[in-house]
């Protein structure tokens, strides 16, 4: 069992930064891929970014690449988003997930979710 907590939402001006934290608790945490994904009002679930347990291996959505970047620490079992050059349309709710068998840009494939961390981006 995984127990994911988001942090570092908030308002912030286009152009600005913020870094989101995933703390998780539970064993084996350094074997789960972890996911952040966001969802904003009216609109479905998508994909932001994912790292693998080697962290080498990361995946980000188009629309993102270059601006935001997963990391994590396994010794803190924490996963973090930086979020650089922020534009209104990323506005949304930002959740953190678990995933215990892949590296996944799916969120059908992750097992656990954290309870979300409201980003908000102002013109």
């Known amino acids: 069992q995984v127990q994911l907590v988001e942090s570092g939402g908030g308002l912030v001006q286009a152009g600005g930064s913020l870094r989101l934290s995933c703390a998780a608790s539970g064993r084996a945490f350094s074997s789960y891929g972890m996911g952040w994904f966001r969802q904003a009002p009216g609109k479905e679930r998508e994909f932001v970014a994912a790292i693998g347990w080697r962290t080498s291996t990361t995946y980000y959505r188009d629309s993102v690449k270059g601006r935001f970047t997963i990391s994590r620490d396994n010794a803190k079992n924490t996963v973090y988003l930086q979020m650089n050059n922020l534009k209104p349309e990323d506005t949304a709710v930002y959740y953190c997930?678990?995933?215990?068998?892949?590296?996944?840009?799916?969120?059908?494939?992750?097992?656990?979710w954290g309870q979300g961390t409201q980003v908000t981006v102002s013109s």
């Open positions: 997930a678990a995933n215990r068998l892949a590296l996944s840009k799916v969120g059908s494939e992750y097992d656990y």
